[in-house]
């Protein structure tokens, strides 16, 4: 038999005769149950999800969030907040069964309960259907979730000055970049350290609702009836030293107020704020 003659040629069924694009399947027998992943559903949620990008953008660039005050360990009258997205659960820490001797059921257990439903809302709602009108059981449980989170932020936001904290931040940064003179050797500078360092600051620039020193327009003994009796909020008897030590402590917190430049309208009552 001669080469070649006689052979034949058969073709593998498993490998098309035509070569097809890579073009998604139709899913038109099908409508509003499935759809290709590529480029139906993917260019959908990329373009949701840019949309929503750029509104939180031109919302953070026209309301930026209040600056609050830097940390300070010797302030114990300011109340620190959480960030906006933890207001809510801020908010729960207020009322009686939540917060005091339930921080537990305020704290671990209502926000375990409402986060825990939402991640089983997938497994009680197993309908096939993407519309939210046949989800029902999903559906009212992130709707629920989502108003209840809102209604407790605004609650949390309504109770605070803002605009308040966000002033007396820029007056205790402004303390802090002026250069303050305080002379460590004077003899009333002891005493100083000892009962008022906590609330009015190492260099008397005060913090939070306690007022500056620096400025102060009170004299000598007037100092010293606030050390001892209070004033405003700031309670009695907060200095328990001898009246020698109490007259040194007056006079240096008035030297130090008059040598930097002190005497201002800004600090009519020193000593005035909560300790």
Same mark, same amino acid.
């Given at each position: 038999?001669?080469?070649?003659?006689?052979?034949?040629? &058969?073709?593998?069924?498993?490998?098309?005769?035509?070569?097809?694009?890579?073009?998604?399947?139709?899913?038109?027998? =099908?409508?509003?149950?499935?759809?290709? @992943?590529?480029?139906?559903?993917?260019?959908?949620? !990329? +373009?949701?999800?840019?949309?929503?990008?750029?509104?939180? +953008? %031109?919302?953070?660039?026209?309301?930026?969030?209040?600056?609050? #005050?830097?940390?300070?360990?010797?302030?114990?009258?300011?109340?620190?907040?959480?960030? !906006?997205?933890?207001?809510?659960?801020? *908010?729960?820490?207020?009322?009686?069964?939540?917060?005091?001797?339930? %921080?537990? %059921?305020?704290?671990?257990?209502?926000?375990?309960?409402?986060?825990?439903? +939402?991640?089983?809302?997938? @497994?009680?709602?197993?309908?096939?259907?993407?519309?939210?009108?046949?989800?029902?059981?999903?559906?009212?449980?992130?709707?629920?979730?989502?108003?209840?989170?809102?209604?407790?932020? =605004?609650?949390?936001?309504?109770?605070?000055?803002?605009? #308040?904290?966000?002033?007396?931040?820029?007056?205790?940064?402004?303390?802090?970049?002026?250069?303050?003179?305080?002379?460590?050797?004077?003899?009333?500078?002891?005493? =100083?350290?000892?009962?008022?360092?906590?609330? $009015?600051?190492?260099?008397?620039?005060?913090?939070?609702?306690?007022?500056?020193?620096?400025?102060?327009?009170?004299? &000598?003994?007037?100092?010293?009836?606030?050390?001892?009796? /209070? %004033?405003?909020?700031?309670?009695?008897?907060?200095?328990?030293?001898?009246?020698?030590?109490? #007259? *040194?402590?007056?006079? @240096?917190?008035? #030297?130090?107020?008059?040598?930097?430049?002190?005497?201002?309208?800004?600090? /009519?009552?020193?000593? /005035?704020?909560? $300790?």
């Amino acid at each position: 038999m001669r080469r070649g003659k006689g052979m034949k040629f &058969v073709g593998d069924s498993r490998i098309p005769a035509n070569k097809t694009r890579n073009v998604p399947k139709d899913y038109s027998e =099908y409508p509003g149950r499935t759809e290709a @992943f590529w480029p139906n559903f993917l260019i959908r949620e !990329w +373009l949701t999800g840019s949309v929503f990008l750029i509104g939180f +953008l %031109i919302l953070v660039a026209a309301h930026p969030s209040p600056l609050e #005050q830097q940390a300070d360990p010797t302030n114990a009258s300011y109340i620190p907040l959480p960030d !906006w997205y933890f207001l809510f659960i801020y *908010q729960i820490l207020k009322y009686q069964f939540a917060g005091g001797d339930y %921080i537990v %059921i305020g704290a671990l257990v209502m926000p375990g309960l409402a986060f825990g439903a +939402l991640l089983l809302a997938p @497994f009680l709602d197993r309908a096939p259907g993407r519309n939210v009108s046949k989800r029902p059981i999903a559906t009212s449980l992130m709707l629920l979730g989502t108003a209840v989170t809102i209604w407790l932020t =605004y609650e949390s936001v309504s109770a605070v000055d803002y605009q #308040q904290r966000s002033e007396q931040y820029l007056v205790d940064v402004e303390a802090q970049e002026t250069e303050v003179e305080i002379d460590t050797e004077a003899a009333g500078y002891a005493a =100083y350290e000892s009962s008022c360092m906590q609330c $009015h600051g190492e260099q008397l620039q005060g913090s939070g609702n306690n007022p500056s020193l620096l400025a102060t327009e009170k004299s &000598v003994e007037e100092i010293k009836d606030i050390a001892v009796n /209070g %004033i405003g909020s700031m309670p009695a008897d907060m200095f328990g030293g001898s009246e020698e030590e109490l #007259q *040194q402590l007056a006079e @240096f917190i008035k #030297q130090t107020a008059e040598a930097n430049g002190g005497g201002g309208s800004g600090g /009519g009552d020193s000593g /005035g704020g909560s $300790h």
